[in-house]
Structure formats: C-alpha cells, structure tokens
C-alpha cells in the first residue's frame, strides 16, 4: 500500500504541480504586495482616495457597498496588468529571441528541401508560390 502511494508522489507530473503550486503562491504574494505597497498608493494619490469601500448607497432599506465592488475591480485591473506587462510581456520577447526561424522550405511538387528564400526549385524547376 505505501509503495503504491511512494510511486504516486514520486511521478514527474505529480512533483511539477506540487513545485509549480509552490512557486505560483510565492509569485502570487510578490505581485500582491507590488500592487498594495506600490500602484495602490500611487492610484490613491492621484484620485485622493486611498479606499472605495466607504462608497455605498441605500434601497428601500438595502445597502448596496458598490465602494467595496469598485476596489476588488481596480485590484483585479491592477494586478492583471502588472502581471501582463512585468511577466507576460518579457516572456514572449524572450521565447521570441530564442525561436529560430525557418531557413528552409519544401518545394510542393518533389517534396525536396530548399531554400526559403528560393523562387524557382533547384531539382525539379517548378515555380514557387511567394508566401
């Protein structure tokens, strides 16, 4: 029965979530505390506001906090965007820079590899489509 349960924990995919929850709770910390210590600050100096959730208004006899609704968007809008544009972003220009772009092509009437940049194939003389 453990050895079933060892083999389990043991399996590569198993390991990976585990670090990848683990890694993902630290980067979720880290950006939360860059959005509380740096951008709300600075959303609140320039609206003169520092918190909505006082922002409310009455019903017949309800009370609707929409002040409260209004800071969990901006968080979501903040958090979001620094996520796009301090992860995402510099992600995709560094895969970007890493791929290699294809230096060859396959002629479609012999099915021969040629130059990319080719126009007419060298094997079999058939005109080439631009593409």
């Known amino acids: ?14 390991v990976d979530l585990a670090v990848g929850i683990v890694v993902g709770a630290a980067f979720t910390s880290l950006v939360n505390s860059l959005v509380k210590d740096l951008f709300t600050p600075l959303i609140a100096a320039l609206f003169r506001a520092p918190d909505f959730s006082s922002l409310s208004f ?8 929409y002040g409260t609704f209004l800071n969990t968007v901006i968080s979501f809008l903040i958090v979001s965007s620094t996520v796009y544009f301090f992860v995402v972003l510099p992600l995709n220009k560094l895969t970007a ?3 290699k772009k294809p230096t060859t092509k396959v002629c479609p009437e012999c099915a021969t590899s040629i130059s990319i940049k080719a126009k007419r194939c060298p094997n079999c003389t058939s005109i080439l489509e631009k593409k």
């Open 97 to 99: 820079k890493g791929e």
């Open 1 to 14: 029965m453990l050895s079933g349960f060892k083999k389990f924990i043991l399996r590569g995919n198993v």
């Open 58 to 65: 009455t019903l017949n006899g309800s009370k609707f906090l």
